[in-house]
């Protein structure tokens, strides 16, 4: 049996990955702001790249030390989906994925990066892959918006709202036929978080309510962000 691992908020090791995560991307949209479209294409391939290699690196990795089982370890955790379609994105971006990112995947990284639970364990390069990873499905959406000039379309968050809802009837399918929890929709999870409220159901039904809040919050983030002047 795996135990999770809960990095406490404020600790050496959780300051050390929020400070960094912040400074990367903010050099990363530096970058990306000042290099020529050739150049910046050739950024953005490489950052899609080390998003979906990182992914198929923690899978073998997991194996490797057999750890992997359908339970725990399939990327369809939201931010395991999210952070595949980030690096996609990268070599295809496309507006319906911009808006999955920018609504839900962002708010949900960073959920993830302020009360990090690493579910095979603290392992060096599972710790480096959780913050990459978590960053990039924040870092993406922003650098296509601040960077490319991808804006949210009218009503995108009531979409999403309801691409969210199926996909939860997907998710939830898969963990009754499997004895699964992905996006903990049957067990909470261990960290301590104000986004989880009592115990099961409950506590979906406090995801629900303050997923649609975030949803809502970063839509009208994304619609207020202005054109750069180039």
């Known amino acids: 049996m795996i135990t999770p691992v809960v990095i406490e908020p404020l600790s050496l090791l959780w300051c050390i990955g929020i400070g960094v995560s912040i400074a990367i991307s903010f050099l990363i949209l530096q970058i990306g702001i000042r290099i020529p479209p050739d150049t910046r294409r050739l950024l953005m391939i490489g950052m899609g790249i080390i998003m979906i290699s990182i992914e198929i690196a923690q899978q073998l990795y997991i194996y490797h030390l057999g750890l992997w089982n ?8 939201l931010c395991g989906i999210a952070g595949i379609l980030a690096g996609i ?13 920018a609504l839900i995947g962002s708010p949900g990284a960073l959920h993830a990066l302020l009360t990090p639970q690493l579910n095979h364990g603290d392992l060096t390069f599972l710790v ?3 913050y990459i990873g978590h960053t990039g499905i924040i870092l993406i959406p922003l650098f296509l918006a601040i960077v490319q000039g991808y804006r949210v379309r009218n009503y995108s968050w009531l979409r ?15 963990n009754y036929f499997t004895g699964s ?27 629900e309510i303050l997923g649609i809040v975030h949803i809502v919050g970063f839509y009208f983030g994304y619609r207020s962000m202005k054109p750069l002047p180039y």
Do not use: A
């Open 181 to 207: 929890n992905y996006m903990y929709l049957l067990e909470r999870p261990s960290v301590t978080s104000p986004m989880i409220i009592g115990n099961w159901p409950w506590y979906i039904l406090g995801f």
């Open 128 to 130: 480096l892959k959780y």
């Open 160 to 174: 999403v709202v309801l691409f969210c809802q199926l996909l939860i009837i997907f998710i939830g399918s898969f």
């Open 70 to 77: 359908i339970q725990r370890s399939m990327p369809i955790h």
């Open 89 to 101: 994105m990268m070599f295809k971006p496309n507006q319906d994925g911009f808006e999955f990112l």
